[in-house]
């Protein structure tokens, strides 16, 4: 397991929307999610977002476990200027109880269950 923090942990902080890839059986597929609902859980390597649809995404997450999130800000330094990205791998489930549906529930009552992701790299982009 990896943790988030540093650059990574800036740009989760800013980034405006989150893109999700998990793996179906045509190929890659995208959803997405507010910055600001995403919860990275301490020590930093476990992301938890709240869940109202995302059918799809559970049932690759069921076939697949991998999963991965893309995070990027204009306010966030990269390495020759301004706005920095980076992508975090790891594996995916959706949980409709338990601890992290708990936390998820404490800001967002209305989820119906908690994507958990267990972070197990990251990279930058820029
Ligand atoms: C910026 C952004 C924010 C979103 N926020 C939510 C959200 O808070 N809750 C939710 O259930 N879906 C949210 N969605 C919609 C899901 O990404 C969408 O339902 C997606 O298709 C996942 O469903 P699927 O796995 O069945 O394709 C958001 C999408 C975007 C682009």
């Not at 999700?20 to 859980?41: E, K, S």
């Not at 992701?117 to 982009?125: F, G, K, L, P």
């Amino acid at each position: 397991m990896a943790r988030i923090e540093g650059v990574y942990r800036e740009l989760c902080d800013a980034t405006e929307y989150v893109t999700i890839v998990t793996n179906g059986p045509d190929g890659p597929h995208l959803a997405g999610h507010w910055g600001n609902y995403m919860r990275i859980v301490d020590p930093g390597d476990v992301v938890i977002f709240p869940i109202g649809r995302f059918q799809r995404t559970e049932q690759n997450l069921r076939a697949n476990g991998n999963i991965q999130l893309m995070a990027a800000s204009r306010k966030v330094q990269g390495t020759r200027s301004p706005g920095q990205g980076c992508v975090i791998a790891g594996s995916g489930e959706i949980v409709t109880e338990g601890e992290y549906l708990d936390l998820v529930r404490e800001k967002f009552p209305w989820a119906r269950g908690a994507l958990v992701m267990r972070v197990a790299s990251m990279s930058t982009q820029l």
